[in-house]
C-alpha cells in the first residue's frame, strides 16, 4: 500500500501530522522544569568528552545530545527539547503505520492525539537512552508494515540499518530482533526466511555492534558484570499483576480500551490476519519482558502499532457519526489529565507531593529496588544537584584558596560526576572522576590524578582505604532528593596509600597474576607472591578489601576454612582500619572453632564501626555460647 496523503491544505493529514508534531514539542517545552534527571548529566558528560578508545556506552544517545548542545547550548530545555523531537518523530511514524494499515485522516487525527498522551509522553520531558531506542524501534514496525504490504523485501535492508543504529545506542534492541525473528514463524509471512534480504537485515545490524563487542572484549566484558548486578539486585521483579498495571497506568489508563482492541484485533480477528505478526510480536515481547523481570518500559513503543489499529477500528466504526468522532478525542483527553502529572512535571512541587501522596508516591509504578520519600523516582533523580555542587564547590575553594592546586574531585557514583560536569562549569570547577560505569573507563584512561580530593557520597571507611588523611567537611542533604544521595559527607582527603593509577587498575578486578597464582598454586602461593610484589612496590596493590573479602568467603562457603581464615588476615594487614575485615576473619575464626580470637576480631570491628549490627548479634551469640560451655 502506497501511502497517499489528501490534498487540502491546512486540513490535509499531512497538515494534521505537522501540527500534531508541533503540538508535542511545544507541550513539553511549556513543561515546567524540576531540575535535570540524573541520566541527563551523565550523557552530556559522554558526549562532551566522547572517545572511541571508552565505548562503555553505547555512543549514539551522548553524540545526539552532542549536537544539541552544540547547536542551541547548554540548558535543561536543550536536553528535552532533544528529546521531545524524538517522540513527535515518533508520532510521525505511528500516523504513517496508521495509513499504512488502511486509515484515513479521522484515524490519523486520532493516532496522533492517542501519542501525544500514550507511554511516550514521559519521554518527552527527560532524555534517556530509551528516547532513540522508542524511534528505532517505531520506525522499525513502519518498514515491517511496508515490507507485509508490499512483499519488497529490500526493505528488510533498511531495518537492518535502522536496528544497527538502534544496536549502536542501547541493547535491548536485541530483543526485538528476537521478537521479529520468533514472531515471523507463526505467520504466513515465514517464506521471507528463504529470501536473503531478512538475513542481510540481520548481519548489517550486528555489523554496527562490532565496535562495542572489540570494545568489551578488549575490558573483561564489564557489560556483563553491570548487567548481571543490575538484574540481581537493583532491578525489581514485579509480580504478574504489578507488571500487567506498569503497563496500563505509564501507557495510559484512557488508551487500555483502545490498544487492547488492536491487540485483539490482531491476534483474533480474520480480517487484520495479514497483520497477525504484530500481535504475536507484542504478546512474546510481553512475556518475555515479564519473565527477565524487564523495566516496565521497554515494551512501550510495541503500543505505537496497537493504537493505530485501535485508531483504524474506531474511524470504521463510527465514520459517519459526527458526535462521536468529535467526542471521541475529547474524551481521550479529559481522561487522560488526571494522571498526566504522575508522568510529567506539570503540577508546582508542593502540589505534586499532595498529589503523589494521594496516590502512594509512585503509584504502584516501580522499576528499581530503590526506596522512596517524597517523590517517585524519575522525579526525585532531578532534585538536589545544584544544592550538591554548589556545597562540593565551596569545599573545592575553600581548599584551593589555601594555595593547593593539585586538588581533584572524587564522587561515589555516574549521577553525582554528571552533576559536576553539567553544573559545576559556573564553579570552574574540574570534572569528577568516579569507579562507577563510564567515568571509571575515562579516568583509567586519562590517567590524571591529584594529590588531594574533594569527595562525596564516599564512606570514611571506603575513603581509609585509600588516603591516610580523612578529613570531614561536612554533610549535603535534600529532603526531595532520592533517599540515597541523601545525607552524603563531603571530605577532603590527602595523601594516598597507594599509586592511584594502579588502584584503579585493579578497583574492578583483583590483579590478574595474583589470581592466577591464587588458582594454580593455592592460599600460601598467593600471599607469598603479594609479600614479594609489595615488597619490590609498597604503593602497589593488588585487590580491594572488597575483592578479597569476596575471595575469602569463597573459600569458606566452599568448606575451606583454614584457606579463607588465611585470606582474611591478609585483609587485615593490607586494610587495618576497615571494619569488615575483622567483621568477616570472626566468622571464619569461629566456624573453625577459635572463639576467643573471633571474639577479640568482633570486638574490633566494632570498634571501628559502632552501627555494624550483624557484628553485635554475633558477638552477643557467641558470648552467650561461651557462657554456657562454662
Known sequence: MNIKFTKR??????????????????????????GYFRDEM???????????????????????????TLIFGYSIKVIHLASSVLGAVSLLLTCLITKELGGRKYAVLLTGIFMLFSGFVIFGSLFTYDSIDFLVIVAVLYLLVKIFNTENQRIWIYAGIVLGLG???????????????VSLWFVPQRKMFKRKYIWLAGIIAL?????????????????????????????????????????????????????????????????WNKYRFFGIMYLFLFLLFYKIGAKLYFLIPMYSI???????????????SVKTKIAIPVAYILLSLPFLPMLVPLLPLNHFITYAKALGVDAGIRYENLSLNQLPQHFADRFGWEEMVDQVAEVYDSVAARGDADVGILTNNYGQAGA???????????DAICMEGWFYFETLREQAFNKQYVTIGLSRNDLGQLFREVIPCGVYTNRYCMPYENNKSLFLCRQARYDLANFWRIAKHPDPEFLAVLQDSGVSAAIAYYRRM?????????????????????????????????????????????WNVYDSLGEALAKDGQVELALVNYRKSLELNPDNANGRERLRQLEQERGEAR
Open 9 to 34: 491544505g491546512f486540513t490535509s493529514e499531512a497538515a494534521i501530522i505537522i501540527y500534531l508534531m508541533i503540538c508535542k514539542i511545544l507541550f513539553h517545552f511549556a513543561l515546567p522544569e524540576y
Open 42 to 68: 551523565y550523557y552530556v558528560s559522554i558526549g562532551d568528552q566522547f572517545s572511541f578508545s571508552n565505548l562503555d556506552m553505547l555512543p549514539l544517545s551522548p553524540l545526539y545530545l552532542k549536537l544539541f
Open 167 to 181: 544496536l549502536m545506542n542501547k541493547l535491548t534492541i536485541v530483543f526485538f530482533g528476537l521478537a521479529i525473528f
Open 207 to 271: 555489523l554496527f555492534l562490532t565496535p562495542y563487542l572489540i570494545w568489551q572484549s578488549e575490558n573483561d566484558w564489564y557489560f556483563l558484570d553491570f548487567a548481571s548486578s543490575y538484574a540481581g539486585g537493583i532491578s525489581y521483579l514485579a509480580s504478574f499483576p504489578e507488571f500487567v498495571w506498569n503497563q496500563i497506568l505509564p501507557n495510559n489508563i484512557a488508551a487500555l480500551p483502545i490498544w487492547l482492541t488492536g491487540l485483539y484485533l490482531l491476534v483474533f480477528s480474520s480480517k
Open 306 to 320: 496497537l493504537l493505530s489499529v485501535g485508531a483504524v477500528k474506531l474511524e470504521e466504526k463510527f465514520y459517519n
Open 420 to 430: 559536576i560536569h553539567v553544573l559545576g562549569k559556573k564553579h570552574h570547577l574540574p
Open 534 to 578: 609489595k615488597q619490590d612496590n609498597p604503593s602497589l596493590p593488588l585487590f580491594t578489601e572488597r575483592q578479597m573479602n569476596g575471595l575469602g568467603y569463597r573459600y569458606l562457603f566452599a568448606g575451606n576454612v583454614k584457606e579463607a581464615i588465611a585470606l582474611f588476615r591478609l585483609n587485615v594487614e593490607v586494610y587495618p582500619d576497615a
